[in-house]
């Protein structure tokens, strides 16, 4: 082809055409930039479907990861509803004595009381996305607000997380004197750890509900109330902010 239109070119020359030439020269350089727009099309369209593909693996992994997110909320928002409802009654015990008097119930809800749980998300995708650049790979602006916001919150929840499950960790532990502790742990042991030493004494919920020691035990309890009653707020917030979010993506890729 470049021997044809050299061949051309060295025609006109050679007939002293130069004005025909002129216009042929002016073509050929159109032509040119022609094929040179085309390939840019052609790239920037093959460019487009990969960042297309690589946006549909993204979602993806955002997806089962924030489907993995809204497990584990549901299990740590069932486990703080467990504590703050099993400290309730706890305290109840000193004003109700059916409860006092059925031990099974109040060495379960000590267990219960005693423990918490957290929230441990997985963000494998997304901190791939952020150290790699590839958040930009999220061509729809809603969508891509959405997942930043969503992570966002997930940092600011582990950060107060962190804070006050400490506080309500050392709260129990404060606690624990009051309570006969070595029959209740019994429960969570495996069989070659039990050793319970006595029965089950549920003696203090029968104390004066106007002595020091039960008025301590129920400021520390009610402490530990204030503390997870907020966790448990902003755990049970970020399980429908991820259910949205997960809603959200798959209409995005189904659309897609």
Same mark, same amino acid.
């Given at each position: 082809? &470049?021997?044809?239109?050299?061949?051309?070119?060295?025609?006109?020359?050679?007939?002293?055409?130069?004005?025909?030439? *002129?216009?042929?020269?002016?073509? /050929?350089?159109?032509?040119?930039?022609?094929? &040179?727009?085309?390939?840019?099309?052609?790239?920037?369209?093959?460019?487009?479907?990969?960042?297309?593909?690589? /946006?549909? =693996?993204?979602?993806?992994?955002?997806?089962?990861?924030?489907?993995?997110?809204?497990?584990?909320?549901?299990? %740590?928002?069932?486990?703080?509803?467990?504590?703050? !409802?099993?400290?309730?009654?706890?305290?109840?015990?000193?004003?109700?004595?059916? &409860?006092?008097?059925?031990?099974?119930?109040?060495?379960?809800?000590?267990?219960?009381?005693?423990?918490?749980?957290?929230?441990?998300?997985?963000?494998?995708?997304?901190?791939?996305?952020?150290?790699?650049?590839?958040?930009?790979?999220?061509?729809?602006?809603?969508?891509?607000?959405? =997942?930043?916001?969503?992570?966002?919150? %997930?940092?600011?929840?582990?950060?107060?997380?962190?804070?006050? *499950?400490?506080? &309500?960790?050392?709260?129990?532990?404060?606690?624990?004197?009051?309570?006969?502790?070595?029959? %209740?742990?019994?429960?969570?042991?495996? !069989?070659?750890?039990?050793? /319970?030493?006595?029965?089950?004494?549920?003696?203090?919920?029968?104390? !004066?509900?106007?002595?020091?020691?039960?008025?301590?035990?129920?400021?520390?309890?009610?402490?530990?109330?204030?503390?997870?009653?907020? %966790?448990?707020?902003?755990?049970?917030?970020?399980?429908? /902010?991820?259910?949205?979010?997960?809603?959200?993506?798959?209409?995005? =890729? !189904?659309?897609?």
């Amino acid at each position: 082809m &470049i021997k044809f239109f050299r061949k051309i070119r060295q025609k006109l020359l050679a007939e002293n055409r130069f004005s025909k030439y *002129l216009l042929y020269a002016i073509g /050929e350089i159109v032509l040119v930039v022609i094929g &040179i727009l085309i390939a840019l099309q052609i790239n920037t369209w093959s460019e487009n479907q990969k960042i297309k593909q690589e /946006e549909k =693996i993204l979602i993806t992994g955002l997806i089962q990861n924030i489907e993995s997110d809204i497990r584990s909320l549901i299990a %740590v928002t069932k486990s703080d509803s467990t504590l703050i !409802d099993a400290n309730r009654i706890l305290l109840s015990a000193f004003k109700n004595d059916l &409860i006092r008097r059925n031990k099974p119930l109040l060495k379960q809800r000590i267990l219960e009381a005693s423990g918490t749980s957290s929230f441990i998300p997985s963000q494998i995708t997304f901190n791939q996305m952020q150290f790699s650049g590839k958040l930009t790979y999220i061509l729809n602006d809603s969508i891509k607000n959405k =997942i930043q916001s969503y992570y966002d919150n %997930v940092s600011n929840v582990l950060d107060y997380q962190e804070s006050n *499950l400490k506080l &309500i960790y050392g709260t129990a532990i404060e606690l624990a004197p009051f309570l006969d502790i070595n029959s %209740v742990l019994q429960i969570a042991l495996p !069989d070659f750890a039990k050793m /319970e030493v006595d029965a089950f004494d549920n003696s203090f919920f029968y104390e !004066d509900i106007q002595s020091d020691r039960v008025k301590e035990f129920a400021d520390k309890s009610t402490l530990k109330q204030a503390l997870m009653v907020p %966790v448990y707020r902003t755990h049970s917030e970020l399980l429908q /902010e991820g259910i949205a979010l997960r809603e959200s993506l798959i209409q995005y =890729i !189904d659309e897609k």
